[in-house]
């Protein structure tokens, strides 16, 4: 059994002065902000996020916390972790807990089974936030998620290196409701494994994977589906393109409410992957005015899949046809060069 540390309610530090946001270009606006106090003013989907925008606020001082790497278990409520360099990965079993403007580095060991470098797959973890952190594990695994869970705000933060960038479901057996915000983060280069216990052709590394639940939104983010080659592993078949950028399906509950809106999204097999799957009788989600790249994976002769809905007779997407290319700001339309295709 791996060491648990019990972490004490902190007393949050004060944000830094502000600053100004930069000019509108193409629809959206390119932000440049240096502290937090500026950060707490940007309006997820009205800026494009970078690195700029993300993780630990430039300049910032951080303290190294558990260098050992055990596990962290928080189960106080209120407990706020801020300007730390974080060693193991936190499993927040408490309300109300804040992890701010951290350096998140997660285990050392491989995970005997799925979790994150930020786990909120506890009953009593509610209404936790995560707010500009830089979350690249140490030791990354097929296993470690950047966050993975339900009753959770994801916010401004910068993921690498992980399996999924962010995985939502509500939790099985309990309430319907996942009720996860995922606003202004930057996600990208995830870390692919090519002997993953669960798939025979490797990891299926999704940028955002939501698997059910209801009360999800998913606004403003700039989500690239690629990927890394991880230590010791055969490099990916499909190069650098990973599974999903985005994908909505019902594996775990039946969604409702469901919210993604003004992302940039480019990369994976699938840039937005939207399954109805087997346990329900159709799917609902409004996907809409989201900004699509054209780097998908090809699978031949230029068949690539920005937006794929597998099934139209099962599926109800609000707001399809507002999703533009970012190049052109041309609308996307059905058909194989179009961007957005269905399987039946």
């Given at each position: 059994?791996k060491?648990?540390?019990?972490?004490?309610?902190?007393?949050?530090?004060?944000?830094?002065?502000?600053?100004?946001?930069?000019?509108?270009?193409a629809?959206?606006?390119?932000?440049a902000?240096?502290?937090?106090?500026?950060?707490?003013?940007?309006?997820?989907?009205?800026?494009?996020?970078?690195?700029?925008?993300?993780?630990?606020?430039?300049?910032?001082?951080?303290k190294?916390?558990?260098?050992?790497?055990?596990?962290?278990?928080?189960?106080?409520?209120?407990?706020?972790?801020?300007?730390?360099?974080i060693?193991?990965?936190?499993?927040?079993?408490?309300?109300?807990?804040?992890?701010?403007n951290?350096?998140?580095?997660?285990?050392?060991h491989?995970?005997?089974?799925?979790?994150?470098?930020?786990?909120?797959?506890?009953?009593?973890?509610?209404?936790?936030?995560?707010q500009?952190c830089?979350?690249?594990?140490d030791?990354?695994?097929?296993?470690?998620?950047?966050?993975?869970?339900?009753?959770?705000?994801?916010?401004?933060?910068?993921?690498?290196?992980?399996?999924?960038?962010?995985?939502?479901?509500?939790?099985?057996?309990?309430?319907?409701?996942?009720?996860?915000?995922?606003?202004?983060?930057?996600?990208?280069?995830?870390?692919?494994?090519?002997?993953?216990?669960?798939?025979?052709?490797?990891?299926?590394?999704?940028?955002?994977?939501?698997?059910?639940?209801?009360?999800?939104?998913?606004?403003?983010?700039?989500?690239?589906?690629?990927?890394?080659?991880?230590?010791?592993?055969?490099?990916?078949?499909?190069?650098?393109?990973?599974?999903?950028?985005?994908?909505l399906?019902?594996?775990?509950?039946?969604?409702?409410?469901?919210l993604?809106?003004?992302?940039?999204?480019?990369?994976?097999?699938?840039?937005?992957?939207?399954?109805?799957?087997?346990k329900?009788?159709?799917?609902?989600?409004?996907?809409?005015?989201?900004?699509?790249?054209?780097?998908?994976?090809?699978?031949?002769?230029?068949?690539?899949?920005?937006?794929?809905?597998?099934?139209?007779?099962?599926s109800?997407?609000?707001?399809?046809?507002?999703?533009?290319?970012?190049d052109?700001?041309?609308?996307?339309?059905?058909?194989?060069?179009?961007?957005?295709?269905?399987?039946?």
């Open positions: 059994m060491q648990s540390i019990e972490l004490s309610r902190r007393k949050a530090l004060g944000l830094g002065a502000a600053g100004v946001v930069g000019a509108v270009a629809g959206y606006a390119t932000a902000p240096a502290t937090a106090a500026v950060r707490a003013d940007l309006i997820p989907g009205t800026y494009k996020p970078t690195s700029l925008t993300t993780g630990v606020i430039t300049g910032t001082v951080l190294p916390y558990n260098t050992s790497y055990a596990d962290l278990v928080i189960t106080r409520d209120g407990t706020v972790l801020e300007n730390l360099d060693y193991g990965d936190i499993k927040v079993r408490a309300r109300n807990v804040v992890i701010r951290c350096r998140l580095r997660g285990g050392k491989i995970p005997s089974s799925n979790t994150g470098v930020v786990d909120a797959n506890s009953a009593y973890c509610y209404n936790l936030l995560v500009d830089t979350i690249i594990p030791r990354p695994s097929y296993y470690r998620d950047g966050i993975v869970g339900h009753e959770f705000t994801a916010r401004r933060n910068t993921i690498m290196r992980s399996n999924d960038g962010i995985g939502v479901f509500n939790r099985p057996g309990g309430s319907v409701y996942a009720n996860v915000v995922i606003e202004g983060n930057l996600i990208k280069e995830l870390t692919y494994w090519s002997n993953d216990p669960a798939h025979s052709d490797g990891t299926h590394n999704d940028g955002i994977q939501v698997q059910g639940g209801q009360n999800i939104r998913i606004v403003g983010n700039t989500v690239i589906g690629s990927i890394v080659t991880g230590a010791g592993s055969a490099p990916s078949p499909r190069g650098t393109h990973g599974g999903c950028t985005i994908m399906q019902q594996n775990v509950a039946k969604l409702a409410n469901v993604v809106e003004r992302n940039w999204v480019d990369d994976g097999q699938t840039s937005i992957n939207i399954a109805v799957g087997s329900y009788a159709d799917i609902v989600v409004t996907v809409q005015k989201n900004f699509l790249g054209r780097n998908q994976f090809d699978f031949g002769n230029g068949s690539k899949y920005p937006i794929r809905i597998i099934s139209r007779s099962r109800k997407v609000s707001g399809l046809f507002t999703n533009r290319w970012e052109n700001n041309v609308y996307l339309a059905e058909g194989r060069n179009l961007g957005i295709r269905y399987d039946s």
